[in-house]
Nanobody, 124 residues
């Protein structure tokens, strides 16, 4: 069983930066694609970024392209989300997710493991 623990959320002004981390336990991390999702109050959970097991392939939702970067360190069993030029509309609870497959995916149902979430609030 894989457990995921997010950290790094907080309150930041518009235009600022934050880096989220997701520490994974379990032996399958290095063969698992990972993703970051977010959910704002009253809205559905949406994909933010996804990365393949090797880190070679990444993709992003259009609203964060050029501002956010997903990366991973398999030796540390950690996946990161670097968020720059933050906007108030980025305010949400951010969730780390993992899947048993190696390649990226975009839908919630394609992920098997979830963290508890970390709050990101961007003030205007």
């Amino acid at each position: 069983q894989v457990q995921l623990v997010e950290s790094g959320g907080g309150l930041v002004q518009a235009g600022g930066s934050l880096t989220l981390s997701c520490a994974a336990s379990g032996r399958t991390f290095s063969s698992s694609a990972m993703g970051w999702f977010r959910q704002a109050p009253g809205k559905d959970r949406e994909i933010v970024a996804t990365i393949s097991f090797s880190g070679y392939t990444t993709d992003y939702t259009d609203s964060v392209k050029g501002r956010f970067a997903i990366s991973r360190d398999n030796a540390k069993q950690t996946v990161y989300l670097q968020m720059n030029s933050l906007k108030p509309e980025d305010t949400a609870t951010y969730y780390c997710a993992g899947r048993r497959q190696q390649m990226i995916a975009f839908r919630n149902v394609e992920y098997d493991y979830w963290g508890q979430g970390t709050q990101v609030t961007v003030s205007s």
